[in-house]
């Protein structure tokens, strides 16, 4: 627990996480590779071009990289993160390391084939207090983070998100037809579950899906906009989960 946050908010601010990877060289949020490799081998093609979104120090790449992925660019906005990383692999010229922000990604439409995160979306979500019903910040800063995984993705290629959140919650923030993809959900792990969602650009909502999306339309129209914030300091949400 050496590297665990005074507060929950913390784990969306850049300075945490570039102090925390100042000294931390590896840490696997939510399992690793072997855990989930099954379900992803059925998705992503050994050639495919990659875009890991919010690395970390896992070695989720590095992992992919052994079992034959060839062309993986990671990108974490802390800087110290990315150097260390690009430091580690300097051996292996397919594995790309950049800083930047997963909100503004500098790449041009339609680039990857697959476009993958774990648990990076999840630190974005760490102050929400109701899981049912996030506060306009995170639903604007996922929408953003959401529409730039869009973007780059090729017709066909797939977002994949790799999270604790069950598909009642998470479908929610996934399911629009402006992404312009389909949701498919899986679930691993023992005792504690996880969740690997995989949407496909280019493929319509489910109509279960698309039902989701107009009826949380409708409601979003008839509340007031107004949220109030909650702190929940005391409680600590990713680090309860154990790997
Ligand atoms: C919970 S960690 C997950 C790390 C890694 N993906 C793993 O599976 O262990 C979240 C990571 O997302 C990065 N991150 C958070 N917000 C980001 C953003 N807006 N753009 C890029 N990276 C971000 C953090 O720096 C951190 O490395």
């Known amino acids: 627990m050496e590297y665990l946050p005074e507060s929950n908010a913390r784990y969306k601010d850049v300075d945490y996480w570039n102090e925390r990877y100042r000294t931390e060289k590896s840490f696997e949020w939510f399992g690793d590779f072997t855990k989930f490799e099954h379900i992803l081998k059925e998705h992503v093609e050994l050639q495919e071009d990659i875009l890991m979104l919010g690395c970390g120090n ?3 790449s590095s992992d992919m990289y052994q079992a034959g992925y060839t062309s993986i660019t990671n990108i974490d ?13 300097k051996d292996c010229a397919q594995l790309g390391w950049l800083c930047m922000d997963a909100r503004c990604l500098a790449f041009p439409n339609s680039v990857f084939d697959v476009v993958l995160e774990k648990g990076t979306l999840d630190a974005m979500l ?12 995170a639903a604007r800063l996922l929408h953003q983070v959401l529409l730039e995984a869009s973007r780059v993705l090729k017709p066909g290629g797939r977002f994949i998100s790799v999270t604790f959140a069950q598909p009642h919650f998470r479908k929610r923030l996934y399911a629009r037809a402006e992404y312009n993809w389909s949701i498919k959900h899986y679930r691993y792990g023992r005792g504690f579950h996880y969740f690997l969602y995989v949407l496909t650009k280019g493929e319509e909502l489910s109509p279960e899906d698309a039902a ?4 949380l339309l409708t409601e979003a129209e008839a509340l007031p906009t107004e949220v109030q914030f909650q702190e929940v300091d005391s409680e600590d949400f990713l680090n309860n989960i154990g790997i």
């Open 77 to 89: 906005y802390s800087s110290v993160c990315v150097e260390s990383m690009a430091e580690q692999h």
């Open 58 to 60: 896992s070695a989720l």
């Open 212 to 215: 989701l999306e107009w009826r």
């Open 126 to 137: 760490v102050e929400e207090t109701d899981p049912w019903k996030v506060s306009d910040n």
